[in-house]
């Protein structure tokens, strides 16, 4: 944690700037610094990018930079991939930040880091935190990929709250976001 004079506010933490490329999460004020990506993570990441260029225009599609402000604690989220609106490119000109004055992104996914069981971490962080602040962000659309148990977990929002489709193995993948992706949850977790 970064210890700072006084609480921030999360305009305070908008113009904060200690000269380093550091990425953090504002915790009730204070500045929590996140680690970087693992490697398995970041090409999971990538691969699901590779694919979703083929559908989406490829600026649209952000890894591990864009910033979610969401409600509650953190104030904001570095998703693993977002596929931000065309309006967002102009609204993050100066900062790549989403602000809850904005469009909420069209999709959001988070690949889970190792954990050891359901009240781990990790597995609370990505399985049920973010959910809720996802759903209250109204992200249309947000996918859980969990190499451990081979599982993806689509979220789609219906009536301010979502509807949870889970996909193993050979299973293909059904999206609300893109109807024309082909992919099966064993690709996804592999990255091949």
């Known amino acids: ?5 006084s609480k921030l506010t999360f305009e305070e933490y908008l113009e904060y700037d200690d000269g380093t490329d550091n990425r953090y999460e504002l915790f009730d004020g204070e500045l ?3 680690p970087p990506e693992s490697e398995p993570n ?3 990441v990538m691969w699901l990018r590779d694919e979703l260029i083929q559908l989406v225009y490829r600026r649209l599609i952000k ?4 910033e979610l402000q969401v409600p509650g604690n953190p104030q904001n989220r570095y998703p693993d991939l977002v596929v931000i609106r065309e ?5 993050t000109e100066k900062r790549l930040t989403i602000t809850l004055d ?3 992104p069209q999709f959001v996914a988070e690949v889970v880091s190792p954990y050891k069981n359901q009240r781990d971490e990790n597995y609370q962080r990505d399985y049920v935190e973010k959910v809720k602040q996802y759903q209250e962000r109204a992200i ?3 996918w859980i990929i969990d190499p451990q148990e081979q599982l993806v977990t689509v979220l789609v929002l219906k009536n301010g709250s979502y509807e949870k489709q889970e996909f193993r193995d050979n299973q293909q993948i059904v999206s609300q976001t893109f109807g024309d992706l082909k992919l099966t949850a064993l690709q996804v977790n592999s990255a091949n």
């Open 1 to 5: 944690m970064v210890k700072t004079t």
């Open 102 to 104: 904005m469009l909420p």
């Open 63 to 66: 890894m591990h930079n864009c």
């Open 42 to 44: 970041n090409w999971r």
């Open 32 to 34: 929590v610094e996140l």
């Open 87 to 91: 309006e967002h490119l102009i609204q």
């Open 140 to 142: 249309p659309e947000y």
